[in-house]
């Protein structure tokens, strides 16, 4: 197993289906047996998790990077250098970001209009209900925290926030003056990269740390759209299950993680996740 505090790609030997989220919607029998058990185990759990990945933003009618449709797809892969090159010149990164024709355009238009799904605001619900101790995220969109999430770890950062290569202070990117590029931190006069992490970036030491203290306490992981392949995160969830913990997928079809998981709810996360929320607050209640 590697673990690297790095964002790098997964080998996966199998193609991933095509993010459909209407694919291989699970018998509702089979569902709501499902949903009795994961029900049962995270109210069993002394602490639990969750990892969320894209899926959850694509119900968000956020487009995923790759497959059909995919921004990445469609305007070409960002380099697997991309923080060297940032590096090298942070002016031009800045100014290639800034770009109001740039081909990143498209996704910051998407995101600025994107809002939470019922999945989002399920996880900010087992939350308050003290069931969830801590969300590990893979997006970038801010969603779980506008949909009323605290305990968040955003291991590729979040695209509404810059952060300090210096002192790792995080600042709103509307309180950052973009007049000179690129920005310098007024704390400690290092430069200001935005949040989010790229290739060849190790993930922000911070966040890394949060993430694995999780991993470590989890006895429970709830693996919400993401098939786990992209290391780090992929990690968290195996080492869960490697100290016997339980994971729980929410994911419309069977990935690369599905083999480990002790429960699989198949269907997209906005209707699953809510039901879910639901039954253990009956049980609650009962
Ligand atoms: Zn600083």
């Known amino acids: 197993m590697r673990v690297a505090g790095f964002l790098s790609r997964g080998k996966s030997s199998t193609p991933l289906p095509a993010p459909c989220i209407f694919v291989a919607a699970m018998p509702a029998d089979d569902l709501d047996s499902a ?8 109210r069993a759990a002394r602490y639990v998790g969750a990892l969320t990945g894209a899926g959850l933003s694509v119900e968000s009618g956020i487009p995923p990077f790759r497959g059909p449709g995919g921004l990445w797809t469609k305007h070409g892969e960002p380099p697997l250098n991309g923080f060297e090159e940032f590096l090298r010149d942070p002016k031009a990164a800045w100014q290639a970001r800034l770009n109001p024709q740039g081909p990143m355009r498209e996704l910051w238009e998407t995101l600025r209009a994107a809002a939470p799904n019922e999945g989002h605001r399920a996880l900010a619900a087992l939350e308050r209900l003290g069931l969830l101790r801590i969300l590990i995220t893979q997006n970038i969109d801010d969603l779980h925290r506008v949909a009323g999430s605290v305990a968040i770890a955003e291991i590729h950062g979040n ?7 210096g002192c790792g202070i995080r600042h709103h990117r509307d309180d950052v003056d973009l007049h000179e590029l690129p920005p310098i931190c007024r704390a400690c006069g290092e430069i200001l990269k935005s ?4 290739f060849g970036e190790p993930i922000p030491f911070d ?3 949060v993430c694995q203290q999780a991993a470590r306490d989890c006895d429970c992981m709830i693996v919400a759209g993401t098939s786990a392949t992209v290391y780090p995160a992929a990690h968290f969830p195996l080492q869960v299950r490697e100290r016997g ?4 997928e929410v994911n419309p079809y069977p990935s690369e993680i599905t083999p480990l998981c002790e429960v699989s ?4 996360a906005g209707v699953v996740l809510p039901h879910l929320v639901q039954l253990i607050e009956q049980r609650r209640g009962a």
């Open 35 to 42: 949903l009795q058990r994961a029900a049962d185990a995270i």
């Open 159 to 165: 695209y509404t926030l810059v952060r300090c290569l």
């Open 195 to 198: 949040d989010t992490v790229s």
């Open 207 to 209: 966040v890394l740390e």
């Open 245 to 248: 913990g339980t994971l729980i």
């Open 265 to 268: 709810l198949r269907g997209p």
